[in-house]
């Protein structure tokens, strides 16, 4: 684990953020059991901020608190991955409407290079694309909500090597252009492009 923690932020936070990091880089594993004194320690704090960090990552989804046991690091199912797969989904296309109606929003001019590229983006770009849909949405706790969800289907499910980044060209065009119908529609079929592959991925698990 990191031995320091930023200082700008709340030392709750901060622990949240660092252990977060940990969990999502696979340095602690599922099932992991994540003792409040032994963290606090780690980080010089007293126990009170680490309870709030396990408390967070709790809401989040990344760590279960048992009554008389403490808190461990969750373990991916196969049940959460659909659900989240769906709220994903949800999410997306709203964000996907309201850049439209922005057409774009602060970040027009990255989303029009997407959108005139007359080549494949690289597969690891693709987050960085939905990322983008989202700041376009202009909708910041629609924006918080998305990262949060995205961060634990790319820690419980990975990336799909399939996935079409040519569907980022059109889906930028149709932003791009104000067509907020069309965007929602085409955020839709390119997530259950996704949610397919990761269901047949289940099905073989």
Same mark, same amino acid.
């Given at each position: 684990?990191?031995?320091?923690?930023?200082?700008?932020?709340?030392?709750? /936070?901060?622990?949240?953020?660092?252990?977060?990091? *940990?969990?999502? &880089?696979?340095? %602690?594993?599922?099932? *992991?059991?994540?003792?409040?004194?032994?963290? =606090?320690?780690?980080?010089? +704090?007293?126990?009170?901020? +680490?309870?709030? #960090?396990?408390?967070? %990552?709790?809401?989040?989804?990344?760590?279960?608190?048992?009554?008389?046991?403490?808190?461990?690091?969750?373990?991916?199912?196969?049940? !959460?991955?659909?659900?989240?797969?769906?709220?994903?989904?949800?999410?997306?296309?709203?964000?996907?409407? %309201?850049?439209?109606?922005?057409?774009?929003?602060?970040?027009?001019?990255?989303?029009? #290079?997407?959108? !005139? /590229?007359?080549? !494949? *983006? $690289?597969?690891?770009?693709?987050?960085?694309?939905?990322? %983008?849909?989202?700041?376009?949405?202009? $909708?910041?706790?629609? *924006?918080?909500?998305?990262?949060? +969800? $995205?961060?634990?289907?790319?820690?419980?499910?990975?990336? $799909?090597?399939?996935?079409?980044?040519?569907?980022?060209? +059109?889906?930028?065009?149709?932003?791009?252009?104000?067509?907020?119908?069309? =965007?929602?529609?085409?955020? /839709?079929?390119?997530?259950?492009?996704?949610?397919?592959?990761? &269901? /047949?991925?289940?099905?073989?698990?």
């Amino acid at each position: 684990m990191a031995e320091t923690v930023s200082r700008v932020e709340s030392t709750g /936070d901060a622990i949240a953020h660092a252990l977060r990091e *940990e969990i999502l &880089a696979g340095r %602690l594993a599922g099932g *992991e059991r994540l003792i409040e004194e032994a963290i =606090a320690k780690q980080y010089g +704090v007293s126990r009170v901020p +680490v309870r709030e #960090a396990l408390n967070r %990552l709790q809401s989040e989804g990344f760590v279960t608190i048992v009554r008389y046991r403490g808190a461990a690091v969750s373990e991916t199912l196969v049940q !959460d991955g659909r659900e989240l797969l769906q709220i994903r989904r949800g999410l997306e296309v709203l964000a996907a409407q %309201l850049a439209a109606a922005n057409r774009g929003g602060a970040v027009a001019d990255a989303l029009a #290079a997407i959108a !005139d /590229d007359q080549h !494949d *983006e $690289n597969p690891t770009a693709a987050p960085s694309f939905h990322e %983008l849909v989202a700041a376009a949405s202009g $909708n910041r706790q629609l *924006e918080e909500m998305l990262t949060g +969800v $995205n961060r634990r289907v790319q820690w419980g499910l990975g990336h $799909n090597p399939d996935a079409s980044t040519s569907d980022h060209r +059109v889906l930028a065009i149709a932003i791009v252009n104000g067509s907020v119908t069309q =965007a929602g529609y085409l955020m /839709d079929e390119h997530l259950q492009r996704d949610e397919r592959y990761f &269901a /047949d991925k289940f099905d073989h698990e």
